[in-house]
């Protein structure tokens, strides 16, 4: 198959004829992966049991892991669940359009293929411009995962996208690097007290702030209780090498890895050592590949996380050593992801 490649850009939009190609390969049910704020997403008509079977195949994803519908007003989220809980209102009030997932339960016109199965239906408003125009044109909700190989890390570049993608699938829409680096949080509206499913750029504080007490699911570190979101107990965004993450206070993990590091160099090919740093620590390690994930200090840490990871499968490394971000304001998500990727590897110094 080809991969028709199309763009959009913040200044210029897309191109009339192009959007609307778009918008008709996901109603006849081929798949067009396109930005959000978040990561590219895989799409495909939602109300399709095909076209979710076809996403699954090309991501190698588990069809019991459900998908998220994308939605690009109110009216179309009436269409797909049986009713809107009161914390949902306020929460889509407040964070749609956004980076926000809730889960509802779903009506009958959403098939089972896409829900993995379940009587509850993930559904997210993006406010990526790019993202809400082609859902609206589209018409019908978008079921999107991140449009990457099942197990890779997620992409934040069209350039990811084609890597894993290409010739699978019928449509790239390039609308360059994309923001916030991480996944929506994930949130279950059917409780009595909204639950959180995946830790995400929404952290529980800013949802408490609007809807009061606010639950964290205890399967969601990975540990012996079952996740309630089917997807958290697959091994996500894992680099080839093997990683391990430092925890404690900044001037001891730099000192601590750059004592492994020197180590490890004794019988490894510098080049095969990863060293995940941020702006500020960059120029404090003499041996080893450093990349940085971003500056602590403008909070922006996290943004490039997986495209870094990346990067570290791309050079070829063999170890990655981490610095963490424990003490970050949106430290939960990034660190939820980090010690996945380190497949719960860390050493406390
Ligand atoms: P991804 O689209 O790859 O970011 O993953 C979607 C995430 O949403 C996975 O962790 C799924 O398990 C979760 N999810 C989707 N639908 C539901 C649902 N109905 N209930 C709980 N979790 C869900
Ligand atoms: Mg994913």
New binding site residues.
């Given amino acids: 198959m080809q991969t028709i490649k199309i763009l959009w850009s913040e200044d210029k939009g897309f191109n009339e004829e192009e959007l609307d190609r778009a918008a008709s390969i996901i109603r006849e049910g081929g798949l067009v992966a396109f930005p959000t704020e978040t ?1 590219y ?1 895989l799409g495909g008509n939602g109300l399709l049991a095909d076209a979710s079977k076809k996403i699954y195949e090309a991501k190698g ?1 588990p069809s019991d ?4 519908l994308h939605i690009s007003d109110m009216a179309m989220l009436s269409s797909i669940v049986t009713d809107i809980p009161e914390s949902a209102k306020v929460l889509a009030e407040n964070f749609w359009p956004g980076p926000l ?1 809730m ?1 509802f339960n ?1 009506k009958d016109i959403v098939p089972g293929t896409t ?2 199965g ?1 009587d ?3 559904v997210r408003m993006p406010v990526h411009k790019g993202a809400l125009e082609f859902i609206a044109r589209a018409g019908v909700p978008i079921a ?3 449009a990457n190989t099942s197990g890779r890390p ?1 992409p934040t570049r069209a350039e990811h996208v084609a890597e894993d993608l290409d010739g699978k699938i019928d449509m790239i829409i390039d609308g360059g690097y994309v923001g916030i680096g991480y ?2 949080t ?1 949130v ?1 509206v059917t409780s009595n007290v909204p639950t959180i ?2 830790t995400g750029f929404i952290t529980k504080a800013m949802l408490e702030k609007v809807v009061g007490s606010v639950a964290i699911d205890p399967g969601i570190s990975g540990g012996s209780v079952r ?6 107990k697959y091994k ?1 965004y894992a680099p080839k090498a093997d990683m391990i993450v430092y925890r404690g206070e900044i001037s001891n993990v730099v000192r601590a890895i750059n004592r492994d590091v020197e180590k490890m160099a004794t019988t490894k090919n510098p080049d095969l050592i990863g060293i995940l740093a941020t702006e500020e620590t960059r120029g404090m390690y003499p041996v080893g590949q450093v990349l940085s994930v971003g500056s602590r200090s403008e909070g922006t840490a996290g943004r490039d996380l997986y495209d870094v990871l990346r990067r570290f499968d791309e050079i070829g490394v063999k170890i990655i050593y981490s610095e963490n971000f424990d003490e970050m304001e949106k430290s939960e998500a990034i660190m939820n992801r980090l010690l996945k990727a380190a497949g719960q590897r860390w050493i406390d110094v």
């Fill in positions: 990561v997403g994803r892991n459900p998908l998220i997932t889960v779903k829900t993995g379940l509850t239906v993930a999107a995962p991140s997620s996944e929506s994930i279950d499913l995946r996740p309630k979101a089917p997807g958290m996500h």
